[in-house]
């Protein structure tokens, strides 16, 4: 494992150099690093766990999301840190240790990319590649105040990647800047470079922000005030999403229980939305790793055992409800948006918990932020965490959402919004606010 001086980012460290080329290439003279659940050629794919690395044979080939980087220019300098099985947000790994984050050295840093969050933030790379399935780009991109991307389901080859659950899971990366964040992105999916188009509204879930632990102005006013400034003020929109997703989303009936209908500390469908997706995500995890856990019976860290042996026990009780609960999401959700319409929700509702937390509420809070993680999960929508600062001295970030296949626009949008959202951020945090 590599140094602790590199933020404890990084599983091992190589050089894969670019490939060779008589002219400039997108990628030219900037690094990155890969989470361990992408092949390397010659290397173990470790997946967080040494039962796993112990289990596997080294990788005989390169994931082509990553050749497709080093073929643009892109020199990759080794592979991060990652949660056990990518089954996790927090970011934390009792086997090789948690990476630490540079926003804030007493907090988790978010998983289950966390080493290539942090390296993105330490500046240790340009960009970094990590995965999402449950949230596992965007919950490190908010914790670690860097931007992060996880684009629209199976549009970057997911070849050569250990799988967590096939149709969740979403190969995003990170960045610190938005033109790298934007031209990572027009390689790994191939899309040309084309002039921005203006989006047709912005809808602001509110009822999505008062459950957030920060002041909703603090998260939505550099926004709103970005877009009155760049497009005009008629675009900004206002809805009560969990009203519209209960009403569209009929399925979800079966997920309503007495934990979700819970107003006080969540909005009942999107809860119902979490439960959706973390029981499908549970089966389609069992269907790829069941028999290895069961026959391996790897050593787990605490939390994560339990979450993974729960997976194993899976039956196909309610998959098929899951099913209905996306295909009539993903409709509601194409009809709110309509042509090039964006949806901006924060990332998650909390700031970055303190390192070693109490699992018991540290699992309910995270329980509370698939209720908004869920809905780009369920959908595949692409959607980008976006950073805001420090409110209370902790990151804080929002997130849009744009339609399956809207990725090259959600990048050109990001890419004009982001000074300007800086600039209000900057007013917002001089104001102490």
């Known amino acids: 494992m590599a140094k602790d001086s590199d933020y404890g980012a990084f599983m091992e460290k190589f050089v894969l150099q670019p490939s060779p080329s008589d002219h400039e290439l997108p990628l030219s003279g900037l690094t990155f690093a890969v989470k361990d659940l992408y092949d390397v050629d010659g290397y ?24 497709s980087l080093l073929r643009a220019g892109a020199t990759c300098i080794g592979k991060t840190i990652m949660d ?38 330490a500046k240790l790379v340009d960009f970094a590649l990590g995965s999402d399935t449950g949230g596992s780009v965007r919950v490190p991109a908010s914790y670690c105040g860097i931007l992060g991307f996880r684009p629209s389901h199976d549009v970057v080859p997911t070849t050569g990647v250990i799988p967590m659950a096939q149709s969740f899971d979403s190969m995003g990366w990170f960045a610190r800047d938005p033109v790298i964040l934007n031209r990572v992105g027009r390689v790994l999916m191939q899309l040309p470079d084309v002039d921005p188009v203006n989006p047709s509204q912005i809808i602001i879930a509110e ?50 229980t007495e934990e979700t209908a819970d ?3 969540n909005i009942p469908s999107l809860a119902a939305l979490s439960s959706a997706m ?76 303190k390192l070693q937390c109490d699992p018991i509420p540290l699992e309910a809070l995270l329980v509370k932020a698939f209720s908004l993680l869920s809905i780009a999960g369920l959908t595949g929508f692409c959607q980008v965490s976006i950073p805001l600062g420090l409110y209370d001295n902790l990151p804080v970030a929002i997130s849009l959402l744009a339609k399956h296949g809207s990725d090259g626009f959600l ?8 000074k300007n959202i800086q600039e209000e951020v900057g007013i917002a945090e001089k104001k102490g606010y």
């Open 278 to 353: 973390r029981l499908l995500q549970r089966y389609e995890f069992k269907k790829h790793h069941g028999e290895w856990v069961s026959t391996v019976k790897p050593d787990l860290g605490p939390g994560m055992s339990e979450r993974i042996w729960k997976a194993v026990r899976t039956t196909d009780e309610n998959v098929d409800v899951c099913h209905s609960v996306r295909t009539e999401l993903r409709a509601a959700l194409n009809a709110l948006l309509g042509d090039c319409g964006v949806l901006a929700i924060p990332t998650v509702l909390e700031p970055p918990p």
């Open 263 to 265: 107003q006080e500390n």
């Open 411 to 418: 990048l050109n949008l990001v890419e004009s919004l982001y």
């Open 84 to 121: 056990e099985m990518a089954y996790s947000i927090e970011g934390e790994n009792i086997h090789y240790g948690t990476p630490r984050n540079p926003c804030a050295p007493d907090r988790i840093p978010g998983g289950s990319s966390s080493g290539s969050a942090v390296a993105v933030a």
């Open 44 to 67: 173990v794919t470790g997946f967080g766990n040494p039962d796993w690395a112990r289990t596997h044979p080294a990788a005989t080939s390169t994931a082509p999301a990553v050749l």
């Open 207 to 256: 009822d999505c922000f008062q459950l957030s632990a920060i002041p909703t102005d603090r998260l939505t006013e550099p926004l709103c005030k970005s877009v009155n400034k760049l497009f005009g003020g008629d675009l900004v929109k206002h809805a009560i999403l969990g009203d519209y997703v209960k009403e569209k989303v009929p399925s979800l009936k079966q997920f309503m």
